[in-house]
């Protein structure tokens, strides 16, 4: 009754030109030739509902490097499963070719050299042109976006978000959910709603004060000769992971039994196919799905994963389109009956130099950066290192991060956020403004300077380590490791809380951290209202400014165990 599920044909033919090992040798311009547009946008239309989904595009509306995790670890009923396989596993299990344009697009390995010959991802301009390719063919195709879109860039900062408004609205996305854009308040997300020309969705965003819903749960959608139900699910650990403060007016959570009333509420009003957009990450939708019933489609985000497959729950698909708008999942359904009776899916990997900028939404683009231009590509330095951030542990980004809180806020130990976005700069790059707040862009980005035990300093590791290698994905609550500079330890992630953390040691003279002592601490991203201290971003340029040229190697300042 399912169709096998297909991906990226266009990549798998160019592999056997390519071979595995001789990549090296062809330039950027060779690569180019070997795919094209029409091969990465080929596909067998199939039933009656096309679904497009985007998600955590944070605010990169412009092509970029960035490179897949190298560590993503998972614990319980999800170790050794998609998304926790990476490098050579992953490849082996999708029965992608090494070196190949998707061993490129979904892995890390030999990052630096396939970057220099398939070039940069992303680019809304370049996401444009895909969208509207699949509705010139299926003109009632659903756009929907997982959230995580006004924020993560200089230009979303400064701009309150607007310049992203602006590309989403131009894109004619049919609805989203949401995360991140409550970090500029709920004055603005309500301003920024109150204009938008789609349906901004939260079936579990509720009223603090009367405890009952605050936006639209869903809305029903017909399309192909169907009814299609598509229900919100905002990140549900906002006031753990963010701000409170920002939004004190609304309560978020998994709501579990409110989101299996609102599946019997829209199949009760007869429609065909329901559709969760969802951002409560890859693992927690693994679980919920598992326990509500009726969901035909989960369109998963949060956790930046790029499943080249839909995994299979039961009866649902669960649909995994990657970050920073290197990707497009098209997903076609044949719907019959109140039943989904079979899918195709294909993730689409945008390929900056091979898809043709949409012209419409290069001006939208350039407009929104064009007051900032100046001041984001002012070059601050240079780096001989791939800068990269995502995986579970430090990546060479938030090496430099702790390494010039550690130097211009005279610390000891420095912890940075393990948040997921973050952009890649490849070897010899220059660093610009602009990259350094693609790493660093928040509403609440002070830098302190404070004073912690070392009591204290295992609780908050072990507090983070909970909540992202605890076995109930419920319980996992934030992104992924804070990040340490000046300290090592080790982690047995198999351990329960407050067992996971030993042999903590300070950098500097090797010596073990006591728990009694105070060191000096600094770091960014507090969630506490009133935090004091220069913005992290201005602490990194000052750093970098003075270093000139970045020179890093991965560290082995953390030992993992139990994996």
Known sequence: MISRREFLQAGLAASTILGATGLSRWSRVMAQQALTQDQLLQFDAFGNVTLIHITDLH???????????????????????????????????????????????????????????????????????????????????LLLDGGDTWHGSLSSLKSAGQDMVDIMNTLKVDAMTSHWEWTFGQDRVKEIVDGLPFAFLGANIFDVEWDEPAFEPYKIFETGGVRVAVIGQAFPYLPIANPKWMFPDYSFGIREERMQAVVDEVRAEGVDLVVCLSHNGFDVDRKMVSRVKGID?????????????????????????????????????????????????????????????????????????????????????????????????????????????????????????????????????????????????????????????????????????????????????????????????????????????????????????????????????????????PQIWDVIEDYVRKQGTITLTPRENVTVTGA
Request: glycine residues 10%.
């Open 297 to 533: 489609v989960i369109l998963t985000g949060h956790t930046h994963d790029a499943v080249p497959e839909p995994v299979l729950i039961g009866d649902t698909i669960l649909i995994a389109s990657g970050s920073n708008g290197k990707f497009v999942s098209r997903v076609d359904l044949d719907v019959r009956e109140g039943k989904m009776m079979g899918f195709r899916h294909k993730l689409i990997p945008i390929f900056s130099d091979v898809i043709t900028p949409d012209a419409e939404m290069t001006a939208v683009i350039e407009a929104g950066r064009a007051p900032y231009k100046a001041e984001a590509e002012e070059v601050i330095g240079t780096t001989e290192s791939l800068l990269y951030r995502r995986g579970n542990f430090n990546g060479t980004w938030d090496d430099l991060i702790c390494d010039a809180m550690l130097t211009e806020r005279d610390a000891e130990i420095a912890m940075s956020p393990g948040v997921r976005w973050g952009t890649t700069l490849l070897p010899g790059d220059k660093i610009t403004r602009e990259d350094i707040l693609n790493c660093t862009s928040m509403t609440y980005g002070a830098c302190y300077r404070t004073e912690m035990t070392g009591e204290t300093i295992k609780t908050v590791l072990e507090d983070v380590a909970d909540n992202l290698f605890n076995t109930d994905p419920y319980y996992q609550q934030g992104g992924d490791m804070v990040r340490i500079g000046g300290m090592g330890y080790a982690i047995d992630v198999s351990k329960p809380i407050g067992q996971r953390i030993s042999n903590m040691t300070l950098v500097k003279d090797g010596s073990a951290i006591d728990p009694a002592r105070k060191y000096t601490v600094a770091g960014w991203a507090s969630v506490n209202e009133g935090t004091e201290g």
């Open 59 to 141: 605010a990169q509306s412009v092509p970029i490097f960035f490179r897949e995790p190298e560590v993503n670890i998972g614990v319980g009923d999800a170790r050794g499963q998609p998304p926790h396989v990476t490098g050579a596993d992953f490849l082996k299990m999708f029965k992608i070719e090494p070196n190949s344009p998707e061993a490129y697009a979904l892995t890390y390995e030999n990052f630096t050299d396939l970057a220099k010959s398939y070039g940069k991802m992303g680019g809304m301009d370049r996401v444009a042109t895909v969208v509207k390719a699949i509705r010139a063919e299926r003109p009632e195709a």
